[in-house]
T-cell receptor, first 116, second 113 residues
Framework: GAGVSQSPRYKVAKRGQDVALRCDPISGHVSLFWYQQALGQGPEFLTYFQNEAQLDKSGLPSDRFFAERPEGSVSTLKIQRTQQEDSAVYLC??????????????FGPGTRLTVL | GENVEQHPSTLSVQEGDSAVIKCTYSDSASNYFPWYKQELGKRPQLIIDIRSNVGEKKDQRIAVTLNKTAKHFSLHITETQPEDSAVYFC????????????FGSGTRLSIRP
């Protein structure tokens, strides 16, 4: 079936503008993660959902970052009043949670955000 | 929290030679260590992983080793080929589908023809 998809693939925003990034996980996947990947760096964890519940948001860098997954499927990462340091690739990953086992996190292609 | 250090940051090897990437982690609670390959402009893809109850795992030309006591783990690629050129990330996590992955900073591997 289809993998994780993200939209838009590229977003250019002026400093101070609000942006919304969308993630469509693999159908049936319970767990959804957002990561931020700065140029030349490894992905850094932002937040985690299990179904519609946001269980960990410890990686969100400031209160300008907000994520939701209201129906336990599609997720949106919103960044308010964007700053230049927000420029990065935002990766979404999903995994099929089963009890007492590990399921691979499948990554989407990412959204490259450039803040001017 | 967990911190993963990775080196070297860049690595160039002759085609056919071996490549080794080394990582360390800080949190003894981590018990799952995946390795990802990311080609330019593409998504990270899992290439091999190892759990802390295993010291070594091999899959064709790729092998990973883990020294739990020293908190070291390594990726070994033998008989390198041009298609192995990419950025490789080591990572640490807890063996659970609810666990975030902590990534190293990456190694850019180039294979010289």
């Amino acid at each position: 079936g289809a993998g994780v998809s993200q939209s838009p693939r590229y977003k250019v925003a002026k400093r101070g503008q609000d942006v919304a990034l969308r993630c469509d996980p693999i159908s049936g996947h319970v767990s959804l993660f957002w990561y931020q990947q700065a140029l030349g760096q490894g992905p850094e964890f932002l937040t985690y959902f299990q179904n519609e519940a946001q269980l960990d948001k410890s990686g969100l860098p400031s209160d300008r970052f907000f994520a939701e997954r209201p129906e336990g499927s599609v997720s949106t990462l919103k960044i308010q009043r964007t700053q230049q340091e927000d420029s990065a690739v935002y990766l979404c990953a999903s995994s099929l949670t089963t009890r007492d086992s590990y399921n691979e996190q499948f990554f989407g292609p990412g959204t490259r955000l450039t803040v001017l | 929290g967990e911190n993963v250090e990775q080196h070297p940051s860049t690595l160039s090897v002759q085609e056919g030679d071996s490549a080794v990437i080394k990582c360390t982690y800080s949190d003894s609670a981590s018990n799952y260590f995946p390795w990802y390959k990311q080609e330019l402009g593409k998504r990270p893809q899992l290439i091999i992983d190892i759990r802390s109850n295993v010291g070594e795992k091999k899959d064709q030309r790729i092998a990973v080793t883990l020294n739990k006591t020293a908190k070291h783990f390594s990726l070994h690629i033998t008989e390198t080929q041009p298609e192995d050129s990419a950025v490789y990330f080591c990572a640490a996590s807890v063996y659970s589908s609810a666990s975030k992955i902590i990534f190293g900073s990456g190694t850019r591997l180039s294979i010289r023809p």
